[in-house]
């Protein structure tokens, strides 16, 4: 039985990386697997997803998993974006993973999501523990615990290599594998239910790639600019909030904002916008007399 897993998270948030450990957790456990992901705007807080499959025996399917067994949604903000696409797919045998502090309930009745939902507050788990909104080894626990997967040993070890193939110095690698207990022990293991098989593919089928019309493939657009109705508030963990008082008036966090978010007053105070703030704290890290605080953001 191939279990299919598809994540949806931004950029940032070590999507990519949480597939991966998942995916060598379970090969560790020995199973056969294949992960990939899926870039749109390679931009910090834009959409990514990624794909991870599980097997008994040889996958011969590639590519986006349309019809996932489990949704991983290591940003629930997600869900109100029509373009991720979260939720396509989702059927009554699929089971939804959420890091959110909101119930399993409240998302299921906000989203209208099929199937059943369990949710976690890896974000807390990350922040308490890594200081970081760093979710790629603490959403691996989360999944291999609940989906059943791999056992412990087996994710830690996936922990371990994954983390030290990027770099990660060996103390915060340490920290990692203690938030990824965390999750792992926190979370419940859930029967995934095996949707009906599709029928397999006749013997020496070929694969053929569909076409697609001009304008589906790339759309053409022809009003003004939009791109200020595009708000970004949603992205963020953390919100940038300035001190009057402590403000030298430098202009540097109003030069350095990569989304132009920052403007100056009458008074050439800064001031920010917060729809299109994403939370990247380029101004609090810049900030020459520390006047920007960073200010969790509550749960929407």
Known sequence: MVRHIRFHGRGGEGVKLASRIVSRAAFLAGAVVQDSPLYGAERRGAPVVAFTRCSDRPILERGYIERPDAVVIMDHSLLALPEAAVLDGVGDTSLVLANSTLSADALRERYAIRGDVVVLDVSSIALDLLGHHL?????????????????????????????????????????????TQRAFDAAPAVRVRVPVAAPPPAEGALFVVPRLPARLAAPSIEVASTSFRRVTDGWRVFRPVIDRERCSRCFLCFALCPEGAIHLDADSYPEIDYHHCKGCLVCAAECPPKAIAEVREAAA
């Open 135 to 179: 979710l790629s080894a603490p959403i691996a626990g989360f999944v291999a615990k609940a989906i059943s997967v791999a056992p412990w040993d087996a994710v830690a070890a996936a922990v371990r290599v994954e983390l030290a193939e990027i770099g990660v110095a060996a103390a915060l690698l340490e920290r990692n594998l203690e938030a």
